[in-house]
């Protein structure tokens, strides 16, 4: 029976957790990886999978002329099936269901590629799997919507769900995949733990005096005020300068603003092309300081004890209720990670 497995991936947590599920869960089946942020194909590796698709976001890119948002969904339908190719069995695999532009693979894929069996699975997505996102009454109504549009195209059929928004507690998901140390409130017959995202066993040891500083576009999201931006920027460089840090990188985040919002004098900005967890297997840090990143998080997954890692300024943030933040918090405690304020 031949098999297929298409990865849809927005991030390089995604794309290193689709190649973990690729190596260890799905061996043997025609690897499809399908890249809908333009900002991560530069991070790609194209001899690791068999086929790669580039997908527009029908919403943010649709085909000129009437109807482009529909007419781009469907061909980005077909080009991932002519990619896919004929097959018995297909497992999608996405951090998210409840999203026109993946949804409708759920029920068109398998039509276009003649599979007879479809699965899918989630990948992890860092914070957004600490806690349930319940499908609100005016997202329940978009999908009743969404599903008129197969009288335009069959292909258009959207397979609607309730309970929490990803998908987890849909029938058609079978499997939910989770980073190791993280907590979640899914159903335990579902969730698979994944292994290391990225091998650091030949890794040279971390160097004290070497720092990383995450940034994060918390102002931009009306997250924190500009007063607090600078107090945590502030106090991310007063801890460093207390544990001797002589060599600080800055790792702007894709939305941030040109400066950084914790950028600071002395800091070398870090510019790469590859997922920052693959640099961090290589080049390892002694300190490792932000906000609230999930880069921090999975840094601690890649880093092990060697490294300090603090996250300054939570009590600052506007966290969409305080049970995200305390639960953050608590992600935080397990994994060893320090938090600090910063009180001005």
Known sequence: MSRAAVYFVASPLHYLAARRVALDHEAGARQVLVCYRPSLAGMIDRTAWDAVVLMPWPRFDPLPGPFGRLRRTLANLR????????????????????????????????????????????????????????????????????????????????????????GSDAPFVDRIYQLAGFPNAYDPARVCVLAPLVSADSAPPARAHRALVLGQPLTGSGLIGEADRVQIAQAVAAWLAGQGATEIHYKPHPREGSQGEFMQPGYQRLEITEPLEAYLAREPYGLVAG??????????QIAGPGCRIAAFGLERVRFKGEEKRENVKRLMAALAIEMHSAAG
């Open 291 to 300: 906000c609230y990143s999930t880069a921090l998080f999975t840094a601690r």
């Open 79 to 166: 080009s991932v099936a002519a990619a896919v190719g004929p097959c018995d069995e297909l497992h999608l695999h996405s951090p998210v269901y409840d999203t026109e532009a993946i949804n409708y693979f759920l029920h068109a894929l398998p039509r276009l590629c003649g599979a007879r069996i479809r699965r899918a699975r989630i990948l992890p997505d860092g914070l957004l799997n600490l806690q349930r996102h319940p499908l609100s009454a005016a997202r329940r109504f978009a999908q009743r919507l969404r599903s008129l549009r197969r009288l335009v195209s069959p292909l258009l059929h959207y397979t609607g769900f309730d309970g929490d928004r990803i």
